[in-house]
């Protein structure tokens, strides 16, 4: 069982806007500003999209955005293209462990 | 652009040590100011992290596997390595190499090798 707790799955139709959650406890995700997302395609390498929550790197989509409420952070991916159909998996530092990751969410566009 | 590449046996016995390498292109592990870190995926379970190593040659390890693993780099061959000890099956995953953040060894990675697939069985 992973430490952040993430959908399984999660749908969408092209054009739409999805959110996929990342849910942690106040000694990850509520607690500190280092929470990242990454996209990855089936046997490919994972790809960082989203870092300390909000920020994305040097060309990723403008499609893919962040954000934190209390000890839930969410990743938001709109305009959904059929090439975003992928898992995603969110990560957080963490007081305990020090750095935990998500069980990882498979988008699917339908 | 910064590329890594995981290579090393993709078959261990139980009890016997899980070593890999990550070479490193496009850009130095001792001089560039970064982290570099390993993470594995079982079979069906999520991401984890295993440790980082820092451009000064400091390491940082998940605690629950702080007991058996080693990371150690060879920087004139500008490679980084896993050890893991005592591996069981509980170990097989594919083992990710990837490059962290120049303020910590417990935040984002990228980018990312390929990844290897890592099988521990008699």
């Known amino acids: 069982q992973s430490a952040l707790t993430q959908p399984a799955s999660v749908s969408g139709s092209p054009g739409q806007s999805i959110t996929i959650s990342c849910t942690g406890t106040?000694?990850?995700?509520?607690?500190?500003?280092?929470v990242s997302w990454y996209q990855r395609h089936p046997g490919k390498a994972p790809r960082l999209i989203i870092y300390?929550?909000?920020n994305r790197p040097s060309g990723v989509s403008s499609r893919f955005s962040g954000s934190k409420s209390g000890n839930t952070a969410s990743l938001t991916i709109s305009g959904l293209q059929a090439e975003d159909e992928a898992d995603y998996y969110c990560s957080s530092f963490t007081s305990i462990t020090t750095l935990v990751f998500g069980g990882g969410t498979k988008v699917t566009v339908l | 652009q910064v590329q890594l590449q995981e290579s090393g046996p993709g078959l261990v016995k139980p009890s016997e040590t899980l070593s890999l390498t990550c070479t490193v292109s496009?850009?130095?592990?001792?001089?560039?100011?970064?982290?570099w870190g390993w993470i594995r995926q079982p079979p069906g379970k999520g991401l984890e992290w295993i440790g980082s190593l820092s451009y000064s040659g400091n390491t940082y390890y998940n605690p629950s596997l702080k007991s058996r693993v080693t990371i150690s780099r060879d920087t004139s061959r500008n490679q980084f390595s896993l050890r893991l000890i005592s591996v069981t099956a509980a170990d097989t995953a594919i083992y990710y190499c990837?490059?962290?953040?120049?303020?910590?060894?417990?935040?984002?990675?990228?980018?990312w090798g390929q990844g290897t697939l890592v099988t521990v069985s008699s």
């Open positions: 300390d929550v909000t």
């Open positions: 496009g850009g130095s592990i001792s001089s560039s100011i970064y982290y």
């Open positions: 990837a490059r962290g953040p120049q303020d910590s060894p417990y935040n984002w990675f990228g980018p």
């Open positions: 106040t000694r990850d995700v509520g607690g500190y500003n280092y």
